[in-house]
């Protein structure tokens, strides 16, 4: 059941009595019922990544249990009587809170693996030595300061992690543990090694990088065969303060991994040259000035890093290294096999290795510093400065090109509120109220039309009554603006056709205020001051239209009288004979044959976008009476 969302486990699980394994891990299971001691036959129980904080009493009555893992839980804790679970040989806690360890434990007779890493250890519990078949032991990321002699007991140790702590000294009874092969000891404090380490002859695996060696102990390697590391395969010794290599480290024969970055080795041994069987070195960062000729001798090296040095240039025995797939000069290099040419040294006269990375240059401290450099406030102040000033540099050079004769465009944009959906519908009412009753005044005038009661009296333009209170919308309407030309066809049309239609009556002032353009109205068009007009829905703009409104012209046949022809015109809605596309008829818009002689019909639609989403037509008729 992992990876779940279960917060227990019930209760009724202690009628599992032949449950073997129980795998419960990543859930929020906060703590085991008690009666899970019930399930006898449980070998294997995974809990890790639960809220556990404490395991119950009935918990060590599981005697048949022989894995446990509860990593990742919140356990402070263990019972007192934990050692009951006596077949226990996998026991993994690793990431809890454990401070330390129940004296029973050493009952655990048969455990082989024990993890307590990630946890809050400041020393290793003594208890630990009495567990003779332990065979890995993980106590990493702990606070551990000092690893006791008593250690050196466990005969039976393989693998002992103690990388991330603060740990000073290694006892020299260390060397007890002769079975070691793998000692990790990463991130620690250490100043030295002691000479002892050089007994645990079967060790394959030594990393002390990260630490504060000075020097490595000569007992690392020995000719004699029952002493020295001679069978270490990976030895990384990376970040301390090593100033030389021991000459001893010519006789680890098996050594294929050897990395020595970020130290302050001016030289390596000769005697480096008898690992044949390195296939990986990394010496970066460090102070070599010269390789020994005796590199030439490790043919089966295939990756060297020498990045970062003070090489002038590589010995000529480099060309015996044939397996070599990458050589690293620089950081920064693009490939990773730079082709060498042959070159004499100006002083000894040898032929050399050289290419144009040579010579390198050494690193200047200021350009990578590390993390734990102390903070500067005054170094970052002066960055933020420079910073600032980049900023700044950059203004001035905008103002000095603006200032340099360019044109400089000015954006005046500006948002109008949107109207809101009840000023929509007032807006649509009042226009369709206007076109309504256009159509029944155009009704009306085609009725005396043809009674013949009709009278040429009306010399003016009507203004159709709408509401005594002019309509004033929330928002910008774009102007209606009519060019010289049309204004000159059209003027010439009205005076050939009567002079009581002044010209006048239909300009369309273009910038003018609200006031003005009702004053004018009134005096032009002949209307009383409580008849609305369609001037009045429109409130002065303060910024030109983007779009112009579209003018249809609907008026006389152009064949019949194409000098009467009037082009495409803004116009106001000041006709009380107004009327729709359905309600114009050609007898109306001709003055040819059906009109009589002395008449003039002219239909002019105006087409305006309030807003995006309504568009109001309004139709217009203009007639006139000629003398």
Partial sequence: MPDNDLSNLPTTIASLVNLKELDISKNGIQEFPDNIKCCKGLSVVEASVNPIAKTPEGFTQLLNLTQLFLNDAFLEYL??????????????????????????????SQLERLDLGSNEFSELPEVLEQIHNLKELWMDNNSLQSIPGSLGKLRQLR????????????????????????????????????????MLKKMTTLKVDDNQLTSLPNTIGSAKAKHGLSLLEELDCSCNELESLPPTIGYLHN?????????????????????????????????????????????????????????????????KLKDLAALWLSDNQSKALIPLQT?????????????????????????????????????????????????FDFEDKK?????????????????????????????????????????HSSHAHQHQLSTGTATSAGTNMEHTHLSKEPYDPPWPLPPK?????????????????????????????????????????????????????????RPTLVEPPMYKPKVVLLGKDKKESMDEEVDKMH??????????YSDYSPSQGSSGSSNPPGNSHVCVCVCVCVCVCVCVCVCVCVRARAR
């Avoid at 144009?356 to 200047?364: G, K």
């Fill in 79 to 108: 019972p007192a009587n934990f050692g009951r679970l006596s077949k226990l040989r996998i026991l993994e806690l690793r990431e809890n809170h454990l401070k330390t360890m129940p004296k029973s434990i050493h009952r655990l």
């Fill in 159 to 198: 693998y002992l992690d103690l990388a991330k702590n603060r740990i000073e000294t290694l006892d020299t009874d260390i060397s007890g543990c002769e079975a070691l092969e793998d000692l990790l000891l990463s991130s620690n404090m250490l100043q030295h090694l002691p000479d002892s380490i050089g």
């Fill in 255 to 319: 050594l294929r991994t050897f990395a020595a970055d970020e130290n302050f080795l001016t030289e390596l041994p000769r005697e480096i040259g008898n690992c044949r069987n390195v296939t990986v070195m990394s010496l970066r960062s460090n102070k070599l000035e010269f390789l020994p000729d005796e590199i030439g001798q490790m043919t089966k090296l295939r990756v060297l890093n020498l990045s970062d040095n003070r090489l002038r240039n590589l010995p000529f025995t480099f060309t």
């Fill in 343 to 391: 070159e004499a040294h100006p002083e000894t006269k040898q032929r050399v290795l050289t290419n144009y990375m040579f010579p390198q240059q050494p690193r200047h401290d200021e350009d990578y510093q590390s993390d734990s450099d102390s903070f500067n406030p005054t170094l970052w102040e002066e960055q933020r400065q420079q910073r600032m000033t980049v900023a």
């Fill in 399 to 439: 103002e000095e090109e603006d200032n340099s004769g360019k044109v400089k465009v000015e954006i005046n944009l500006k948002r109008y509120p949107t109207p809101y959906p009840e000023d929509l519908k007032n807006m649509v009412k009042s226009v369709q109220s206007l076109v309504g009753k256009g159509v």
């Fill in 481 to 537: 603006e009519v060019t010289d030309r049309e204004m000159q066809d059209f003027s010439q049309t009205q005076l050939m056709d009567q002079g009581s239609i002044h010209n006048s009556g239909i300009d369309i002032p273009k910038r003018k205020d609200k006031e003005e353009l009702t004053e004018s109205s009134e005096d032009s068009m002949g209307g009383s001051p409580n008849d609305i007009r369609i001037s009045d829905m």
């Fill in 571 to 580: 116009c106001l809605n000041h006709s009380g004979s107004s009327a729709t």
